[in-house]
């Protein structure tokens, strides 16, 4: 049998020199050639071999020769320690990975946004800067395992230092909340005077010169040619600034007007010369003078199913060349609001008193709703030509005869409803 290497020799080390075994005495020792002799003669040739001495002190040590098993231990060991390395390796590397995934407690919050056109790439160094994750390139194959992007541009709330990937993913998955607003409300009825000053209060950096300018540059396409008169325009409702157009006077009219020529397209307004044929007899009712008799009903109506009714009133006295007698109108004149109207307010020279003046006032006297410029544009039928307030809740007793009328004045001004 060829001879087994020293495991010690395979591995590059060297086991240490026994010590010699002690020698009993003997009056004298025999030559080496003698020795052999007498081994030779003493022993015979098939005698068994002398049990190896034991002991743990002795120093001596036994080397364990196999058949074929040894050279297969060899490989075993070679092969299990790389082995052995490789999951060590990979247990550190997951151990690691872990915990730039969920690194622990967040911290506070930080701002973040994604520019338009951003990639993935992008977005997991500008996370990383911020120190919202740990590593820029576990969150790129994060994001790549787990899935959810291309993320949406915008500006992003929640995400907080040393946040875990999972959360500032479904963060972005979620994508930017809706961009944070003022509320702006304006009410039916306005006048652009008192609206502009309602508008410089809730926006002081608004400045009144740019107000006036977009006014004046803004022109609706209900406007009539080379008008810059804007009133009725400007349609009353809650509207939603975004931050970054507070003050801007120009985007604030365009939104109003916006959605003035939404619900006037809704409604029918540019159509109202077909859809009023007839109402005010030979007349014919243009788109503006249907915006007209829209704010004059806003002015005098104070419950919706007297809306339709009082603009029957207006077009059956536009047909018989009557004035309309709508002291909302004196008061727009006179740009004062007050509750009773004195003989020199009536007797005011302007073509917006309805009181001297027969026809319609030459422009809108206010902003309409849109039950207005609905019942404008479909009045009741009815042969009306008077109303007058009958209680305090603001309804209308309407009538065509004028004694009729005279009589119900006398019976609210003695109840006390004006």
Known sequence: MPEQPDPFELFGLEPSTPPAAPQPPTPAEPSSSAAEAQSSLDTPADAPASPAPTGGDDGEYVAIKGGGGGRGGRWALLLGVPLLVVALVIAVAGFWVKGKIDPGSPGEEVAFTITKGATTSQIATSLAEKKIVSSATVFEWYVKWKGGDPFQAGDYEGLRVNSSMGDVVDILKAGPPPPKTVSFLVREGLWVSEFKKIALEKFPTMTPAALDAALANTHPSLQPAGSTNIEGFLFPATYEIAQQDIGNAQKLIDQMVAAFDRVSQSEGLPDATAKLKGVAGAKSISPYEALIVASLVESEAKVDEDRPKI????????????????????????????????????????????????????????????????????????????????????????????????????????????
Do not use: C, M
């Open 311 to 418: 603009a029957r009133v207006i077009y059956n006295r536009l047909a018989r060349g009557e004035t309309l007698g709508i002291d909302a109108s004196v008061l727009y004149a006179l740009q004062k609001r007050k509750t009773n109207l004195t003989d020199s307010d009536l007797k005011t020279d302007s073509p917006y008193n309805t009181r001297l003046k027969k026809g319609l006032p030459p422009a809108p006297i206010n902003s309409p709703g849109q039950k207005s410029i609905n019942a404008a544009l479909n009045p009741a039928p009815g042969d009306w030509l008077f109303y007058v307030l009958t209680d305090k809740d603001g309804h209308h007793y309407f009538t065509n005869s004028q004694s009729d009328f005279n009589r119900a004045v006398a019976d609210a001004k003695a109840r006390g409803v004006f």
